[in-house]
């Protein structure tokens, strides 16, 4: 009977943990998105700008909602990848540690960029979160 339950358990956290990594990838690939789509429309606004007056109020409900949505899925991001690395093989926890903490840095500083309304830290940081977040994906597909 115990057998069984043990066996039970490490089914139960093996399709929670794909789910993870379902959830993650889904989630991050969301943000990326995102973050690319509001990069090209401010950039379009600047240009707007120069030739007529943008309504300032739009600009601030847009940062707003971009920062919003960026603490949201960084939170559910942190979430599913705690739980991952909780039920990762000894043998991948370092290194998927490791690159999920590089992950959510950058996620940080992108959401510190958003804060500063700087459209060309919004740039590096979200080609820096990309390259960390293909890492990341690269190293959960290994997982068992």
């Not at 240009?47 to 939170?75: A, N, Q, Y």
């Not at 039920?87 to 510190?112: M, R, S, V, W």
């Not at 309304?117 to 994906?137: E, F, V």
Request: aromatic content about 4%; glycine content about 4%.
């Amino acid at each position: 009977m115990l057998n069984f339950l043990s066996i039970s358990r490490k089914m139960d956290s093996m399709k929670s943990t794909k789910g993870s990594v379902q959830r993650i990838k889904q989630c991050a690939n969301d943000l990326m998105v995102l973050m690319e789509e509001e990069i090209v429309v401010h950039k379009e606004e600047e240009e707007e700008e120069e030739e007529e007056e943008v309504k300032e109020e739009d600009g601030e409900i847009c940062w707003d909602l971009m920062g919003r949505d960026l603490i949201l899925k960084s939170t559910f991001l942190f979430c599913d990848l705690t739980n991952v690395l909780s039920n990762a093989p000894l043998h991948h926890k370092a290194n998927l540690t490791l690159l999920a903490n590089n992950f959510l840095f950058y996620i940080d500083e992108l959401g510190q960029t958003v804060k500063k309304r700087s459209i060309t830290g919004m740039k590096i940081c979200h080609q820096d979160a990309a390259l960390a977040l293909n890492q990341l994906m690269d190293a959960l597909m290994l997982l068992p």
